[in-house]
């Protein structure tokens, strides 16, 4: 797992509609990303619903937030309808899991990605990450409010 002071790996991915979206994307902005498992599976569809509740307080405080998972963009945007969430998600495709893996969070034995959580600074430097210890437990919201308090802008 990426340890907080390390610069955020470069990545390019795109998200539900097909848009490119970048590390440098996210410079000058404080950002959230959500690593999750699969689309459409139960406990990732109650994490998103989750994050959903609590997305316009977040940005309310300046912060984005992106979900992230080794499937396709057409996954994303089916599983996006479906759930009726506008966080955006990002498709770790192709390569499969690349993303996951620079900021280790990959789980070799499943492929896919672990339940994970990474704050990013406006600098591009990582504040505060978190796995989960099961892909059964969802990080509470908490968490994130919690890092925010304490991570150094």
Request: charged share 25%.
């Amino acid at each position: 797992m990426i340890e907080p002071g390390t610069p955020a790996p470069d990545f390019k991915l795109r998200d539900q509609d097909g848009n490119e979206v970048t590390l440098a994307d996210l410079k000058g902005k404080t950002t959230v990303l959500v690593f999750y498992p699969l689309d459409f599976s139960p406990v990732c569809t109650d994490q998103l619903n989750v994050y959903q509740e609590v997305l316009g307080e977040l940005e309310e405080r300046g912060v984005q937030m992106y979900g992230i998972s080794v499937d396709s963009v057409y996954a994303h945007k089916a599983f996006r309808e479906k759930l009726g969430v506008t966080i955006p998600l990002l498709a770790d495709f192709e390569p499969k899991g690349a993303v996951a893996r620079s900021f280790g969070v990959y789980d070799e034995e499943h492929g896919m990605a672990k339940r994970a959580l990474v704050l990013i600074g406006p600098d591009g430097v990582v504040r505060w990450s978190h796995v989960s210890p099961s892909p059964l437990e969802i990080p509470g919201v908490n968490l994130i409010f919690d890092a925010l308090e304490a991570a150094p802008a």
